[in-house]
């Protein structure tokens, strides 16, 4: 059976038949690494993968979630506890942040089904949020822009469950196209399209290190990045320059830091401009400048992921990788010639069992589009 059969049957016996099926996809960041919380630029798309929700309002006006990936058990969803350090806190958290923010939405009966990998640093988490986001809206008869959309997803996780995320995951997951990256400014949530060469293809190997973006690094260096911005007198990242750098106000942390920060943003202006020339060998050299960025400066990669984006690197038909995520584990993106991907992915794991002696997975994505419902 597939992944939306499944889930179908397994909500009509936990709550009977009626329910509506909705998907939100998970997400590759093709770069634009840790700027999105200094409010700077990232490009994101959103991918074939993606976490499904079948949902009806509930009889009883009481809401209710099982997930078919957590053992299918159901339980009550009810904000006003507070979190519970459980996997249905991203759930409770949408109600709370539509709560909060005035709206009253209907109680309903949720099922998950996802085929996201989780801890992978392909935002499993925002897929789960915006799915049910548009379930959830779209039962209380709410219509809302996609940039509130996004918001209100987005303090399901930072504001109820506690991750100090910025919006990008959200944004992509509610807003993707088919066949398109988006150019994302994280300050003004404006997004050009950019379209991605018939002859590229993206591939996502899993490094086997999960990662939680609760444990601590993150939030670490999103306090640098506060605490570089004060110390060269701007609010954010963003307004900083790599003159103002120059002029010795920081520590040799805070300063690598800073200009992973500024020289990645520059790095997805250059990535627009390379994939609109259909110049997938720039796009590559651009993607590994953003790792070593992200391992010599930021500070976020792991000998894992290094070794796994070296290893990509030499492959044939890829053309560039890089970590992608919140870092410390997660996955590795490749940009593959389409034709040679899967052979591409299948050499690269094999490389890797050769010498860490272990096998992870991988997988080569479509790009696709947003969040919606899926029609009978």
């Keep these: 059976m597939s992944l939306s059969s499944d889930l179908v049957q397994a909500f009509g016996q936990r709550f009977?038949?009626?329910?509506?099926?909705?998907?939100?996809?998970?997400?590759?960041?093709?770069?634009?690494?840790?700027?999105?919380?200094?409010?700077?630029?990232?490009?994101?798309?959103?991918?074939?993968?993606?976490?499904?929700?079948?949902?009806?309002?509930?009889?009883?006006?009481?809401?209710?979630?099982?997930?078919?990936?957590?053992?299918?058990?159901?339980?009550?969803?009810?904000?006003?506890?507070?979190?519970?350090?459980?996997?249905?806190?991203?759930?409770?958290?949408?109600?709370?942040?539509?709560?909060?923010?005035?709206?009253?939405?209907?109680?309903?009966?949720?099922?998950?089904?996802?085929?996201?990998?989780?801890?992978?640093?392909?935002?499993?988490?925002?897929?789960l949020e915006v799915s049910v986001l548009t379930a959830v809206l779209a039962l209380?008869?709410?219509?809302?822009?996609?940039?509130?959309?996004?918001?209100?997803?987005?303090?399901?996780?930072?504001?109820?469950?506690?991750?100090?995320?910025?919006?990008?995951?959200?944004?992509?997951?509610?807003?993707?196209l088919a066949g398109c990256a988006l150019v994302l400014d994280c300050r003004t949530l404006e997004a050009r399209i950019?379209?991605?060469?018939?002859?590229?293809?993206?591939?996502?190997?899993?490094?086997?290190v999960r990662h939680q973006l609760t444990d601590g690094g993150y939030a670490q260096r999103r306090a640098e990045c506060e605490d570089a911005a004060r110390l060269l007198n701007v609010r954010v990242l963003r307004d900083a320059d790599l003159i103002s750098l120059a002029e010795g106000k920081l520590s040799d942390t805070l300063h690598r830091?800073?200009?992973?920060?500024?020289?990645?943003?520059?790095?997805?202006?250059?990535?627009?401009?390379?994939?609109?020339?259909?110049?997938?060998?720039?796009v590559g050299c651009l993607m590994n400048a953003s790792h070593h960025s992200l391992q010599n400066d930021f500070a976020v990669t792991c000998p894992e992921t290094d070794q796994l984006a070296d290893l990509a690197r030499r492959t044939p038909g890829v053309y560039g990788a890089r970590q992608m995520g919140g870092g410390f584990g997660g996955a590795v993106l490749a940009l593959c010639d389409r034709e040679r991907a899967e052979t591409a992915v299948e050499s690269i794991l094999e490389d890797q069992e050769r010498l860490a002696g272990r096998r992870t997975e991988g997988f080569v994505c479509t790009v696709g589009a947003g969040a919606g419902e899926i029609m009978p």
């Design 140 to 176: 209380s008869g709410i219509d809302a822009p996609r940039q509130q959309r996004a918001a209100w997803a987005r303090s399901a996780e930072a504001d109820f469950v506690g991750v100090p995320c910025g919006i990008m995951d959200q944004f992509i997951s509610v807003s993707g």
């Design 194 to 208: 950019a379209p991605i060469p018939e002859h590229a293809a993206f591939a996502v190997i899993d490094s086997g």
């Design 257 to 282: 830091r800073a200009r992973h920060v500024i020289t990645e943003s520059q790095r997805v202006a250059l990535t627009a401009t390379a994939l609109s020339q259909g110049d997938l060998s720039e």
């Design 16 to 127: 009977g038949a009626g329910g509506r099926l909705f998907r939100a996809p998970g997400r590759i960041n093709i770069i634009g690494e840790h700027t999105d919380y200094s409010e700077g630029f990232v490009m994101p798309a959103a991918i074939d993968r993606a976490c499904l929700c079948a949902a009806a309002p509930s009889p009883d006006g009481v809401s209710r979630i099982f997930s078919l990936n957590r053992g299918g058990d159901v339980c009550e969803l009810d904000p006003a506890r507070g979190p519970q350090n459980d996997w249905s806190d991203y759930a409770a958290g949408v109600f709370s942040a539509l709560q909060t923010a005035g709206v009253s939405p209907v109680a309903c009966h949720i099922g998950l089904s996802s085929n996201v990998p989780e801890g992978a640093g392909v935002s499993s988490s925002a897929a």
